[in-house]
């Protein structure tokens, strides 16, 4: 799967989840997603980068853009960390369930935001989040 | 001659202060770089003669820059202002550092004519290195200023983006726009907290037609908003959720089935009016507009 574009932005503070937000609504309308897959994205990337800011200490994240044949075009978005990592991946994407004061709703409902998604977690290594929204 | 091993610059400087500014204004107006016309004469001779007669006094303690010395007070005083005016004028920073680098050729040649022959070059080397402390130092005065400038900025959008407006006798309304970061949402909650007080309101319509995206973070903190309201007996109405909200607060798993919420503002503020058994009505007897 060829990738067109890529690249990185750092998650250090409360203004970088919101340039991750605008990053990834231009990317999105860039690639001509409806208003609702750029909502959708935009809202799993804004979950997803808090989490990485928030959980993990802090991280990056980077945009890909995809291209599958001529038509099928999509955009991935990897988050990482080295964080403390997550014990029980399982009870993480639980809904309602947080180690911190959040709702508990983020890591369950970027999965249901995105057409794919995948969770790797290591405890003391960190936690790399990858989803992929197709158009 | 017999000088201290500092003393000689600082002899120099204040003995011929005269000479040195005048190479160095002619020295500034033969460049035709892009500083140049941006800048009248007799102000540039106004900031040279600031600067080198504050420079004069700092080196008579010796040439090395303490930034916890008094003696270089002043001469920090005058950079600050130097960079900051000469910002206002577009300069660049840059332009502002070499406008201290360039007394370095006058500087330099008028000691090594006075010295005659001996060897200058300890004090080149010195002073040279405190100008380039000093010329930093400007375009550092300068982030700081405009550091200022941000955060006040970012304070006064605090207390600007957050009015709460009065729509009818016991219903006032919030509309919300830009991004929801926490420490905005805290000034949010206590402003309409406190104006649904004053103005004993019993209904309060959040607007957020506005509000880019919706996510868990803001989620929780409209539900933490209409929880407080509704403590003090004043009911929450939640107005401008747009299609693409209604659809991704679903795939989120937000519930929000405890909490009264509307496409639009007007739905919102006519449902308000409702409970407050009141309506608006077309006056009979006089032809409508449409």
Known sequence: MPTIKTDALPIRSDEDVVRVRQKVRQWATELSFSLVEQTKVVTAASELARNTLVHGGGGEVTLETLAEGTKRKGLRLTFQDRGPGIPNIERAMTEGYTTGDGLGLGLSGARRLSSEFDIHSEVGVGTSVTITRWK | MNHPKTGRVADLVARAQQDILDDWIRQQLGQTGRGAGRISEAALRQQSTRFLEAFARAINGGLIYDAKAPRWDDLREVLKELSLSRAAQNFSTSETATFIFSLKQPLFERLRKEAGGADVDADIWSISTLLDTLGLYTSEAYQKAREEVINRQQEEMLELSTPVVQL??????????????????????????????????????????????????????????????????????????????????VHLGIDLTQVVTKASLADAFSLALKKLQMAVVRLEGRPGRS
């Open chain 2, 168 to 249: 009818w006798d016991g219903i006032v309304a919030l509309p919300l726009i830009g991004t929801l970061d926490s420490a905005r949402t805290q000034v949010v909650m206590e402003s309409l907290l406190n104006e649904v007080m004053a103005r004993r309101a019993k209904f309060a319509i959040i607007d957020i037609t506005g509000v880019p995206t919706v996510d868990t973070l803001v989620a929780q903190h409209l539900l933490k908003t209409v929880a407080a309201a509704r403590l003090m007996g004043v009911e929450c109405l939640i107005s401008g959720i747009r299609p693409q909200f209604a659809q991704t607060i």
